[in-house]
């Protein structure tokens, strides 16, 4: 995905994953899953509840979820409304080991299909042949000069 190139079709391309996990609060579990598919023609609803232990409380109201549940259903989301690119921040934030692992697994998957994943992180991840860029040697500098090698590269 170039920016420079394609700057009105590069936003149908990635999903973002936040701090705020995106979800309807009203709606229960599955039916928040419901909404992101109706809004991005997207994916198996079930699979998504069941690939983030999810199915169990599909019908609960998601504002009486815990914090590791809402950031489960805000990550599934991901799986309903499929994009290329995945923006993630801080995605294990809230989450316990059963629940870092089955994301780790969808991240595989969707690498593995051709997928791309830019992850803001403390966390080692283990994921297959990363791609790092410390943030840190860069503070006070301009991004404009591309300094840092990792800066440069053509990322398509």
Not at 2 to 15: F, K, P, T, V
Not at 121 to 133: C, K, Y
Request: charged share 25%.
């Amino acid at each position: 995905i170039r920016l420079d190139r394609d700057r009105d079709g590069y936003g149908e391309r990635l999903a973002y994953a936040g701090h705020l996990d995106a979800i309807k609060p009203q709606l229960a579990v599955a039916e928040n899953l419901a909404f992101w598919a109706a809004l991005h023609g997207g994916g198996d609803i079930a699979a998504a509840l069941e690939a983030f232990d999810l199915a169990a409380i599909a019908e609960r109201p998601a504002h009486v979820c815990s914090a590791g549940q809402k950031r489960r259903l805000g990550l599934a989301r991901l799986l309903v409304a499929p994009r290329r690119l995945w923006l993630l921040d801080e995605p294990t934030v809230s989450l316990d080991a059963d629940a870092v692992a089955r994301l780790l697994a969808v991240l595989r998957e969707h690498l593995a299909g051709g997928g791309m994943a830019v992850i803001a992180t403390h966390a080692d991840l283990g994921l297959p042949d990363p791609r790092v860029l410390r943030l840190a040697p860069l503070a006070g500098r301009s991004a404009a000069r591309h300094t840092e090698p990792f800066l440069a590269g053509d990322w398509a």
